[in-house]
């Protein structure tokens, strides 16, 4: 990890939790202690209460960009 980095979990819609190092910038405070990370929305799914976004970079888990996670 470099020092313009920070250590990110996300939880899936599987209940399964990933883990990746992202940029700084890419992190915004939501007031609520909760940080939100600048993803690129792929998809949505209404009905499933479900989005897959694109990650700015790979999860150690997975070492894929891609991910579904909870609307």
């Given at each position: 990890m470099?020092?313009d980095?920070?250590?990110?979990?996300?939880?899936?819609?599987?209940?399964n939790?990933?883990?990746?190092?992202?940029d700084?910038?890419?992190?915004?405070?939501?007031?609520n202690g909760?940080?939100?990370?600048?993803?690129?929305?792929?998809?949505?799914?209404?009905?499933?209460?479900?989005?897959?976004?694109?990650?700015?970079?790979?999860?150690?888990?997975?070492?894929?960009?891609?991910?579904?996670?909870h609307?």
């Open positions: 470099f020092s980095e920070l250590s990110v979990s996300i939880e899936l819609v599987t209940g939790r990933v883990s990746l190092f992202a700084k910038n890419l992190l915004k405070d939501d007031g909760n940080s939100l990370l600048e993803t690129m929305l792929v998809s949505e799914d209404i009905e499933l209460k479900k989005q897959t976004v694109l990650l700015p970079t790979e999860t150690f888990e997975t070492a894929s960009r891609y991910v579904e996670v609307l």
